[in-house]
């Protein structure tokens, strides 16, 4: 099968008759995920300063408590997503298969979501984004509820979103709510004092 006109960028796994990944060998593809898997972990936050017991305090009023929770949704989002994860994790450990489809849910999420560089192409037309998302949820949904293990999965991540909401609350955020301003909400305007 000749190629007319294309450039091959990558002569040596071409030659060697390795698999191709949307045009990059599977080093190239596992080089990337691990450069994007360092830089999503480079926004977690010391688990010192998410476990600091002097920042635990009850927050006055209930608007107080919102402010917290979201401005420590912000400053923690990676550790609180790794704690979530792991809530997940743990409950699907008596649970082996239920634990081997959601390993493998989680593998076609990062490879066909959140890791590829170019889009997907079926049958000569581009998947949108969507389309791919919905794709993916009703596959892992579907996968989850015939191994049994989705009242399971959605009370662990009931519980883990409990924990994470309690934390938020519950940590003091005065010192990261400057820091994080824009990076995930834009503040909201004092009201007019007339």
Known sequence: MSKYGTI?????AAAAGAPQFGGASP???????????A???ATRRPWRELADLHAVGLPPSLGDAYLRVRANLA???????IVILVVVFLSLLWKPVSLIVFLVCMIA??????????PIVLFGRVVGDGVVLAGLAVVTL???LLTGATANILSSLLIGFVLVVLHAALHKAEDNVDEEVGRWYAPVPPPPSH
């Open 8 to 12: 091959p960028t990558s002569s040596s």
């Open 27 to 37: 080093l190239d593809f596992i080089s990337r995920a691990k450069a994007r898997g």
């Open 39 to 41: 830089t999503a972990l």
């Open 75 to 81: 400053h923690f989002a990676m550790n609180y997503a």
């Open 109 to 118: 999420w990062l490879v066909l979501y959140f890791l590829r560089d170019e």
């Open 142 to 144: 579907g996968l989850l």
